[in-house]
């Protein structure tokens, strides 16, 4: 019997680049999983998602109401939702939002519940409103 390709085989296997090199999780393949999570989850229009209408956020609708610090209260009770809601794991430090002519950014520190891991993931929602400021 020849040698097993492990890479090439088919069926249930382990990913080798999820591990580091001694032995324990790779974090930073785990964080970048969990910002991509986390953006898909946030910039995806609540109820778009044929089959999962509970996928997603209504952060989008929140844009229609202008610059001020009412929609920045509003869209950071949704991500406060979000979060408790599909990453029960995850907790979120600070929220910053930001306006810039159409462009809304939001700076998103968040840190993973009983371990000493931190991260944060910025947002960038543009109104398709176009318009003036």
């Known amino acids: 019997m020849g040698k097993a390709n492990l ?31 986390i953006r898909i989850e946030l910039m995806t229009s609540r109820g778009t998602q044929p089959g999962n209408p509970n996928m997603g956020s209504d952060i989008y609708k929140f844009l229609k109401y202008g610059k001020t610090s009412a929609t920045a209260s509003m869209i950071r009770y949704e991500i406060d939702r979000v979060f408790e809601e599909k990453f029960p794991e995850l ?11 159409v462009t809304i950014r939001i700076y998103l520190y968040y840190r993973i519940e009983y371990s ?8 960038e929602f543009i109104n398709g409103e176009g318009g003036t400021e």
């Open 116 to 123: 000493n891991i931190a991260s944060n993931v910025t947002l």
């Open 91 to 101: 907790s979120i430090d600070r929220i910053d939002i930001e306006y810039e002519h």
């Open 7 to 37: 890479y090439n085989a088919r069926g249930a296997a382990l990913v080798p680049k999820l591990f580091s090199d001694n032995g324990g999780w790779n974090e930073k393949s785990n964080l970048q999983k969990i910002e991509e999570n």
